[in-house]
Structures are given as structure tokens and as C-alpha cells.
């Protein structure tokens, strides 16, 4: 477990170098240094206060999302379940497409996006996880069903408020946003995702033995002693609050949550106390690396990165249904 850490983080650091000097400017490593010496400077503000912010944007970004989807897989022991599963996402996209089109009037500013797209995601989250009942044996397949079941209302309000909508340049706002997008971060941002991965993780990893007698049945975790229905709701909220912290910053980002895990248990196991910290640096190092790649392809901002997220987690979803076997739990 160690060694993988360091070397993700190794590998951060060189992605880190590298998206610093990438850009419509390129500075060299001297430049990057002796901007310390001026906070004011063009340079300064280019690398520090914009390149930096976003890259760490898409680092917390992309640990959340992976250690979400570590969580989610092992409550729901299926392999093929991503962060988005309880409609998080959709109630996100709805919640800031009434701000985007005039629907709910909005006072907050800078706050306004990520305001209603947080309280679109928990919202329809709660919802799902409260029609669920959690009475039945079978409730983590009524949570999934009813999930799927309030994504698609959400998606077919936003696809009905797009239709009516006649305002070109809104329209093209709202689909900017649900591509996902990191060209927005700043400072206040890049605080809120760090302390969300800083309380989400410490949780998690506090759980972690838990979180491992959650692979077993229902009755065996029962028996050994464990609130299962309990754990599930807490576990189900916190990773649910972590995803939607993310969805309302930098939109819905697809495949991070699914793909990361995987990887992991493929490099230390099922364990989740060997699992947290890998699958956090390596979500991490993923996003950003996937960042610096695109700014890189189509400077100077880029392209919507989950554009590329979804380039290459979709041929990956499709080999985890041909190969079955492959890391299911």
C-alpha cells in the first residue's frame, strides 16, 4: 500500500510541473520559482493562482469521485455501480438549469451555481434513499430501482425545460456545465473540496472494517455484529454528500468513480484499509493528469473533461460486461 501511494504522488508531482508550465503561456522552471518573488505578476497569477487552482481542483475532484465509487461497489457488492447511481448527477443538472433559465430567482453570486446544483444532487438523493423505506431485504435494489427511477424524471425535466427554453446562449451554458469543467475553480472552491475529501476520507477510512464486513451477505454482517441498515444510510449519504460537493463545482464528471476502484483492488485487494488511500491518489492523479492532457490537446483552456473521462471509461464499462469475472465482488 505504501509504495503505491508514493508512487501516485510521485507521479502527481511530475503531472503537477508539467500542467504548471503548459498553457496559451509557457514558463520555464526558473520562471515558475522567481514568480514567488512578485505575488502581483503576470506570472504569478498564470501558474499559481489560476493553473495551480485548477489542477488541484481536478485532484480533490477526482479523489472524491473515487473514493465514492469505492464505497458505493462495496455496498452494493456490484461492480458495475458508479457514484451517480442514486441520481445525484441529474438532480444536479436540474437544480442549475432552474437557476440557468430564470425559474428560481437567485441572490448568491459566485455561490449560485454550485448552490443549486448541491441541493438538486442531495435532494434527489434523499428522496431516493427515503421511498426506499430500507424495510425490505432487498432494499439496496429498491435504492438502485428508485434511483434510476428519479434520474430519468430529472431527465426528462431538464429535457422539457430545454424545450422550452428559446434563450441560444442559456441552452449553451447549460450543456457546458453537464460536460464537466474545471475552468471555472478558484480559490473558495478548491477550500470546500478540500475539506469534503479531508472529512469524507477520514470517515471512510474510521469505517474501514466495517466497509470490509459489508462485502458479506446481509445476514452474515448481521451476525457479526454490524447495524447494516444503519451503516448503509450513513455510508450512502456521506459519499453521496461527497459526490454532490463535486457534481455542484465542476458538473457531472462520468467513469472516475467506476474505473479508479477497480484499479485499485486490482493492485492491493478487496481490503479497504489498503484500498482508501490508493484509490484517493490514484483518483487524483487521474483527473489531473486527464486535465493537463487536454489543456495540452486544444489550449489554452481545453475541452470538457468528461469528454475525455468518457472516452475512455466507455470502452472500459464495456470489457467489465464482457469479462464479469473481473474484479466482481
Not at 40 to 48: H, M, R
Request: aromatic share 14%.
Amino acid at each position: 500500500m505504501f509504495k503505491w501511494t508514493i508512487l501516485f504522488l510521485l507521479i502527481t508531482t511530475f503531472v503537477l510541473y508539467a500542467g504548471l508550465q503548459i498553457g496559451e503561456f509557457n514558463y520555464s522552471t526558473r520562471d515558475i520559482i522567481q514568480c514567488f518573488k512578485d505575488p502581483q505578476s503576470e506570472a504569478f497569477t498564470v501558474v499559481w493562482r489560476l493553473r495551480f487552482t485548477r489542477m488541484a481542483t481536478a485532484w480533490l475532484s477526482g479523489g472524491i469521485l473515487a473514493l465514492s465509487g469505492l464505497v458505493m461497489q462495496s455496498l452494493f457488492r456490484n461492480g458495475l455501480v458508479d457514484p451517480y447511481i442514486l441520481g445525484t448527477s441529474s438532480g444536479a443538472s436540474l437544480g442549475v438549469s432552474l437557476l440557468v433559465l430564470g425559474y428560481v430567482p437567485t441572490y448568491f453570486s459566485l455561490f449560485s451555481y454550485p448552490l443549486f446544483a448541491f441541493a438538486g444532487a442531495i435532494g434527489i438523493t434523499w428522496l431516493a434513499l427515503h421511498l426506499s423505506q430500507f424495510k425490505s431485504d432487498t432494499y439496496l435494489n429498491n435504492i438502485l430501482l428508485i434511483g434510476i427511477a428519479l434520474s430519468s424524471l430529472c431527465n426528462a425535466a431538464l429535457a422539457w425545460l430545454t424545450y422550452q427554453s428559446t434563450h441560444t446562449e442559456k441552452l449553451r451554458m447549460i450543456i457546458f456545465w453537464t460536460m464537466g469543467s474545471f475552468e471555472y475553480s478558484n480559490g473558495i472552491y478548491l477550500i470546500f473540496l478540500f475539506f469534503t475529501l479531508l472529512l469524507g476520507s477520514t470517515w471512510t477510512w474510521l469505517e474501514h472494517k466495517s466497509l470490509d464486513v459489508s462485502y458479506l451477505s446481509l445476514q452474515n454482517a448481521q451476525n457479526l455484529g454490524l447495524s447494516i441498515k444503519k451503516f448503509h444510510y450513513q455510508m450512502l449519504m456521506i459519499s453521496s454528500f461527497m459526490v454532490a460537493m463535486v457534481v455542484a463545482i465542476a458538473g457531472p464528471i462520468g467513469f472516475v468513480g467506476l474505473m479508479i476502484p477497480h484499479f485499485t483492488r486490482g493492485l492491493v485487494g478487496a481490503p479497504h484499509k489498503k484500498a482508501i488511500p490508493i484509490t484517493i491518489t490514484l483518483g487524483g492523479t487521474y483527473m489531473m493528469g486527464a486535465d493537463v492532457l487536454i489543456r495540452w490537446l486544444y489550449p489554452p483552456v481545453g475541452i470538457p473533461i468528461g469528454i475525455i473521462t468518457a472516452l475512455i471509461g466507455t470502452p472500459f464499462f464495456v470489457y467489465l460486461q464482457l469479462k464479469k469475472q473481473v474484479f466482481q465482488l
